[in-house]
């Protein structure tokens, strides 16, 4: 795709950046970390605020959510949220509750499994590190064993990861964790055949799907996972914090969050709606991100921008360093993962460095990572973004490596 043709009638690239509050002298190449929110969703939240001051205990106590034993006399303003957001990934608002991220709701899950003594969880290597660490948390806990399946990365064969998964599958498994976007690699990975994979064994499966909705598309209720955790405040340009949990009906009446408030026992909704009093405007101002996406940004043509970009960067940054990406563009969204020169180091100190170098040497925000024995850099491609951006990049990782050296 020609980045200079694309069917939106908006000129993307850092033209775009009249629309975010991000510093126009910051080349920003990492929008999948903690997202970027536009200026017209901000000014929604803000909207929402404003209102709740007016009326706090009412709007709060009243307005946001149920926690009277009697239906409310019109649907509290988190459930029509939640129906605004699930109706964009395919799904029922009554199986959806907001999360402060995707973290938290992995840890709503883990924390309510019921678990024995050499029961195993499964998890791969390309999980990130937050829900690795609530997995190993849960199984230290409950006397049970979390077993690591080594996903190579790069991979050339998608089906290679589903086969792995398989195999790992064995009669004590109880839960499998998979992710649906990596953050640190940056692969989309093929949940649904992993899934059926173990599902076809009896292993229900949860899916941290932080860095899809919005990237993607995304149909929840057709993966068949029993449990999929979200961010909203990445891809779908909701304020921060901002996450879902969606939850297959027949998993709902087991599941507690990890703070426990007045809905205890009461229901999915009347127990995740309110965990006590905290800002509800990032979940309430969600469908404003959607609607930006929709109704300004065109969001298929940000879709197709956004993948032709992170294409286009793997490509050039790979012909100027000298390495190769292997990844299939299948597997590629609107992020990729490209390897630096092999004498950019292997170690996290190594990455660190260098990241740091790029930020306060160069003004360029950008991920730098160590994976399986190399470093790699993560280009988040946003509308804001444009090719001159990935120039920059390049040019200033050679920098900071001729200097080094």
């Known amino acids: 795709m020609d980045l200079a043709r694309h ?37 929604a939240q803000q909207a929402i605020r404003d209102e709740i001051e007016r009326q706090p205990a009412r709007y709060l106590l009243r307005e946001l959510m149920n926690l009277a034993p009697e239906p409310p006399a019109r649907p509290p303003r988190m459930r029509l949220a939640a129906q605004a957001v699930a109706a964009f990934m395919g799904a029922r608002g009554e199986d959806l509750v907001f999360v402060d991220n995707a973290t938290t709701g992995v840890n709503a899950v883990l924390r309510s499994l019921r678990l024995e003594p050499g029961d195993e969880l499964l998890i791969t290597d390309l999980a990130y590190g937050a829900v690795i660490n609530t997995a190993a948390f849960v199984a230290r806990e409950r006397g049970a064993r979390l077993v690591t399946v080594h996903l190579p990365f790069p991979t050339r064969d998608p089906g290679e990861y589903v086969e792995r998964v398989t195999q790992a599958v064995t009669p004590r498994t109880r839960l499998a964790i998979l992710d649906h976007v990596t953050s640190e ?68 009446r087991d599941l507690h969050p990890p703070v426990i408030s007045w809905g205890l026992d009461q229901g999915l909704h009347q127990e995740f709606d309110w965990v006590g009093t905290r800002d509800p405007s990032p979940f309430l101002a969600a469908p404003e991100g959607i609607a930006f996406m929709q109704d300004f940004l065109g969001l298929e043509a940000m879709r197709r921008y956004n993948h032709a970009l992170a294409h286009q960067a793997a490509q050039h940054l790979t012909e100027r360093w000298g390495t190769r990406l292997e990844t299939p563009r299948s597997m590629v969204g609107c992020m990729v993962s490209v390897p630096l020169p092999g004498h950019a180091g292997s170690t996290r100190e190594e990455a660190a460095r260098l990241k740091d170098a790029l930020l306060f040497e160069h003004r360029i925000e ?40």
């Open 7 to 43: 069917p939106s009638p908006l000129t993307f690239g850092r033209a775009m950046l009249e629309h975010w509050l991000l510093d126009p002298g910051v080349t920003y190449l990492n929008h999948g970390t903690v997202g970027a929110t536009p200026r017209r969703v901000l000014e």
């Open 185 to 252: 690699s940056a692969l989309i990975l093929p949940l649904a055949e992993m899934a059926a994979a173990c599902r076809a064994q009896g292993v229900p499966v949860l899916a941290d799907g932080a860095h899809a909705p919005g990237a993607i598309p995304l149909d929840i209720p057709g993966l068949g996972v029993d449990w999929y955790a979200g961010n909203l405040h990445k891809w779908a340009f909701a304020p921060r914090s901002c996450g879902f949990l969606w939850v297959a009906p027949e998993r709902q």
């Open 366 to 405: 950008a991920p730098v990572i160590a994976v399986q024995g190399r470093l790699w850099v993560r280009v988040s491609a946003q509308v804001y973004n444009d090719l001159d951006d990935i120039e920059r990049l390049a040019w200033a990782v050679e920098n900071v490596l001729a200097q080094s050296s």
